[in-house]
């Protein structure tokens, strides 16, 4: 248990150091494309590419868990999976140039955020704003 918890967490902070994320998912916004229907061959050769994402982290992982690190082998997976992203951005584009074509009016759904009260603002044990300043 202990090892499969110190790789998991190994996984996280790299994939936290190299800016990789775990933003990968099916349902991701994906641009703001997510509104645009997939039929059944595209959805699945998508879920493949997102599979095979999911493969190259725990191959990651895997080899950071390992005692030495084989530079070389974890900047070649570093390339596959920037090389998987960048197939699964165009997927999106070339089906979203499709939709459009098919449908002039439509227009993606770009941004919209979290949300209010997401956004960065007073945490616990702030100024109160409303006070004024604090006299020492």
């Known amino acids: 248990m202990k090892k499969i918890y110190s790789v998991g967490l190994a996984a996280l902070a790299l994939a936290m150091i190299l800016g990789l994320g775990l933003q990968d998912s099916f349902a991701r916004n994906h641009g703001g494309f997510r509104d645009i229907p997939l039929d059944s061959a595209q959805t699945e050769e998508l879920r493949q590419m997102h599979r095979a994402i999911g493969d190259k982290y725990r191959e990651l992982a895997d080899l950071f868990a390992q005692k030495s690190v084989d530079a070389d082998k974890a900047k070649a997976l570093q390339k596959d999976l920037q090389d998987l992203r960048d197939k699964i951005g165009a997927f999106w584009l070339d089906a979203a140039l ?39």
């Open 98 to 136: 499709a939709y459009k074509q098919a449908n002039p009016e439509w227009q993606p759904r770009f941004g919209g955020g979290m949300g209010p009260g997401h956004g960065p603002g007073l945490r616990d044990g702030g100024p109160d704003l409303d006070k004024g300043p604090v006299d020492e």
